[in-house]
């Protein structure tokens, strides 16, 4: 006769249940203040709402956004460490402005790395990053047709997020977010110049990605993006010089 183990506590412990390891805890599904107050803030400042050098009015976002100074601030701090904004000491903020040499270098820099990114995406996408890539595309699309420049740009930086992260390289992916923030508003502004439709033209350029990321045309898909960025930091230059006039 075989007896069941006894646990130290003096009961059978193949009768005892099984508890296994703690249960997680619930995943938060509605984002928190901090979160949306820093979408809405970014939101408003890549949108154009405020120019480039201008002091963000704190007062009036509170009352705009219906919160407290603290989460605007929390907010702020987020969006310095972005390169959207400078932090002025005891001073508040403003838009951090970019002149015509550094928007060049930070274009260039930027076609680099998603040129790179390209490269390495077309060698390690999967078919589910693929497939989430050309949703957002099509997505984008409907907003194009419609005019919704907002929806259209979430998209469009969403696609750009993604071929990076399906680029599978950490360090790369670091580097990327670093100088991304810091270019937001002038590429959501670079599809209002009004001398060409840039608009258009970046849509048909996202076309050529899709295509050349669905062959896994990885130098093809480098040049593309790196041309892309070209476009754009024209366009960004000519829309900026719009702006100063």
Known sequence: MTLAPIDSDGTDAAASPTLGPPPKPQERLVPSLHDEVLARLRDFIVEGNLAAGARVPERLLCERFGISRTP?????????????????????????????????????????????????????VTAEDFA??????????????????????????????????????????????????????????ANLDADRDRWGEAMREHEEILDALRRRAGAELADILFRHLRNKRRAAADREAQISE
């Open 132 to 189: 989430e890539i050309e949703r957002l595309h099509h997505a984008m699309y409907g907003h194009y047709l419609r005019r919704d420049l907002h929806g259209y740009f979430a998209c469009n930086q969403a696609i750009h997020d993604r071929i990076v992260e399906a680029a599978g390289n950490a360090a790369l992916r670091a580097t990327y977010a670093g100088f991304a923030g810091r270019l937001r508003r002038v590429r959501y502004s």
């Open 72 to 124: 605007l601030r929390e907010a702020l701090k987020v969006l310095a460490s972005e390169g959207l904004i400078e932090l002025l000491p005891n001073r508040g903020a403003r838009v951090r402005r970019i002149d015509e040499r550094e928007l060049v270098d930070l274009f260039d820099v930027m076609g680099g790395l998603e040129a790179l990114a390209g490269r390495l995406a077309c060698e390690r």
